[in-house]
């Protein structure tokens, strides 16, 4: 991709420091955006690698010791790392996969391998540790750093506005989508690209820190053999990785995306698209998936300049009922998480809610509460309701729970526990320990919209709840077939579905 067309609202310099020409290669540190194909990251190095006519070396490491890590975690990610080595064979880049182990661990490894870069890429991405990583990186290495967003549809520094709710992000999303649209990542960035190769590494660095390469390709069973995360959340039966979310992918949108707006909360349905692991690792990128859903309605974004921008779903995108309810999720329910977490350091907090929540849970905080459960009774899906503890259950065996489950969880951890600070705790460690798409923007999202935040006062006022809107496990039974859910998902009867 030519400088000239670099979209410059996705970069961001992490210092001051100047390219070193004499250098001997273009480093692009892969964390966030784990893909070779539409990857702004990836093309912003691509790019300086042929202005300085220097080799690509493509590092992507996996620490051991990050909170929540765990052999779930490491082994969705290490699927994508093998994807990744074998697609590299047909680029003309290095890449270097590297998991730390007990034996091998990463201590200094970016300032070692940026000593001889010309300049360092790097993902950004607002969660999680990367945005520490980041400020580290700045410092530690010797030469320009920079770090590019390619998280979704819309830069997500693009407007520093904070929107409080989805109506008015999709608002905004409709005046400024018709230009963003017109942008993308290159599907191949190395295509009729000639890179100079790259001797051998220092061996200062492959000895201290070798290469995955055979660790990737050998069994699947021995990938942990070597590595002690901190958690020992199993693995489990998705498959990480590109290939995995393509397939996944190509599935939903020939059998689920058509009944999408009416299937979607329906518990006994697989309607729902399941990419959200896939887009939080970086295995697939929004923008493919948008392209896609373009060329099959033959259209193209500039005859979004004719939609009236007004705020609402329906109708704007010029599409099906059930493809613009998926758009909807994945840019504007999505990309209102980034926006979020990108421009508010403290979006964790639960002071960060809006007003009106903050103040009718504070009226309500002293209300009785018929059941109160810890967080290892929530953990280990000790309530008394089956369908909560089914929910639980998935989320421990699968890493994931059904979407409209998911809103149920978290209402019912509100009202379950001693305070709505506890409720707000219990719900973050759990999704960021056991959900493969924990630790995002669109996770805090899910999580904090359970207490109020992007959502608006609901009456009539209730117990503990106030004015914050309200859900039940024996609602959702009447309206869905909870029934072959809960026995999926049910090791033992620990009660019913009431509350």
């Known amino acids: 991709m030519p400088a000239s067309v670099f979209p410059i609202d996705r970069l961001r310099l992490l210092n001051k420091k100047p390219l070193n020409s004499d250098a001997s290669y273009v480093l692009y540190w892969m964390v966030a955006n784990r893909r070779l194909a539409y ?189 002690s995360t901190n958690l020992q959340t199993p693995v489990t039966k998705l498959t990480g990785g590109r290939r995995a979310a393509l397939e996944c992918w190509r599935l939903f949108k020939n059998r689920g995306l058509s009944g999408y707006d009416v299937l979607r909360n329906q518990v006994d349905q697989k309607a729902t698209s399941c990419l959200s692991p896939y887009l939080h690792f970086g295995h697939i990128s929004t923008h493919e998936i948008v392209k896609e859903i373009f060329d099959h309605q033959e259209q193209t974004p500039d005859y979004l300049n004719l939609s009236k921008v007004d705020g609402r779903r329906e109708g704007w995108w010029k599409m099906s009922a059930a493809v613009e309810a998926f758009l909807d999720q994945l840019i504007i329910w999505r990309e209102i998480g980034f926006n979020r977490c990108a421009n508010d350091p403290n979006f964790k907090s639960f002071n960060t809610l809006p007003q009106w929540s903050l103040i009718t849970l504070n009226e309500h905080r002293n209300d009785f509460r018929p059941y109160l459960y810890s967080l290892e009774d929530f953990e280990d899906s000790l309530t008394h309701d089956s369908l909560w503890n089914a929910a639980q259950n998935q989320l421990k065996m699968e890493g994931v729970i059904h979407n409209y489950l998911r809103m149920l969880w978290g209402k019912k951890i509100l009202h379950w526990s001693e305070s709505p600070e506890q409720a707000l705790d219990i719900m973050i460690e759990l999704n960021n320990k056991y959900a493969l798409d924990g630790r995002n923007p669109n996770s805090y999202s899910g999580i904090f919209w359970c207490l109020g935040r992007f959502d608006r006062a609901w009456g009539p006022e209730r117990p503990i709840f106030g004015k914050v809107r309200y859900m039940t496990s024996e609602n959702t039974a009447r309206k869905y077939n909870v029934k072959s859910y809960i026995a999926n998902y049910t090791d033992k009867e620990q009660g019913n579905t009431n509350a």
């Open 39 to 227: 990857n702004y990251s990836l093309d912003r190095a691509v790019e300086y690698a042929m202005r300085l006519n220097k080799p690509l070396l493509v590092v992507e490491p996996l620490a051991k010791s990050y909170r929540w890590s765990s052999p779930r975690l490491h082994h969705f990610v290490m699927e994508g790392m093998e994807q990744n080595l074998s697609a590299s064979g047909k680029m003309p880049l290095t890449y270097y996969p590297f998991v730390e182990s007990d034996q091998y661990p990463q201590s200094d490894m970016l300032r070692s391998f940026s000593a001889d870069a010309c300049v360092v890429v790097t993902d950004d991405f607002p969660c999680f540790f990367i945005p520490k990583l980041l400020k580290s990186l700045g410092r530690t290495v010797p030469c320009q750093a920079e770090a590019i967003d390619s998280n979704g549809v819309l830069p997500m520094r693009a407007e520093s506005r904070l929107f409080t709710t989805a109506y008015s992000f999709r608002r905004h999303c409709q005046k400024v989508l018709p230009m963003w649209l017109q942008q993308s990542p290159s599907p191949n960035p190395t295509q009729d690209t000639k890179l100079p190769h790259l001797q051998d590494l220092d061996e200062n660095l492959t000895s201290k820190w070798p290469s995955a390469e055979l660790l990737l390709v050998g069994e699947k069973g021995n990938w942990m053999q070597s590595v």
